[in-house]
């Protein structure tokens, strides 16, 4: 099917609401960040909502390739993996910092950042799936 440059096929509707729930299950895991003793970023990485998620991403890919949804499934990946790229080397990088106790430091401010960019990703991830928007325009 031949469709004009930056234009996308109608996703199937099951397909979006999937999409809603893996946005949930990653907002979910934000969300057992904030409201206990973990952290944004340590709840979204490790809690099992947000590893299901991730699956659930990988999984489903193939169903979403050439809709706007596909674009969605990127960012909800690229936000995973990034999130624990950064953390991996934040924890590289303080661990032996902590010799002089800059690592503290370093590591809690890795932490935060990551943390507000999490969620920054799946407030407007999600935002943009409610207006049936690209990730990516």
């Known amino acids: 099917m031949n469709r004009l440059p930056g234009t996308f096929a109608q996703p199937d509707p099951s397909d979006v609401t999937w999409t809603h729930v ?74 032996p910092l902590m010799l002089v106790i800059v690592g503290f430091l370093t590591l809690w401010l890795a932490i935060a950042v990551v943390g507000v960019w999490v969620l920054y990703r799946v407030v407007r991830g999600w935002l943009r799936l409610s207006s049936e928007l690209p990730m990516y325009t």
């Open 22 to 95: 893996i946005y949930a299950l990653h907002g979910f895991g934000v969300a057992l960040g904030v409201a206990t003793s973990a952290l944004i970023v340590t709840s979204f990485l490790f809690s099992l909502p947000s590893i299901i998620a991730v699956v659930m991403n990988y999984v489903r890919r193939s169903r979403v390739r050439g809709t706007y949804l596909a674009s969605h499934f990127r960012w909800q990946i690229r936000t995973f993996w990034y999130a624990l790229l950064w953390m991996a080397v934040a924890t590289l990088i303080s661990v």
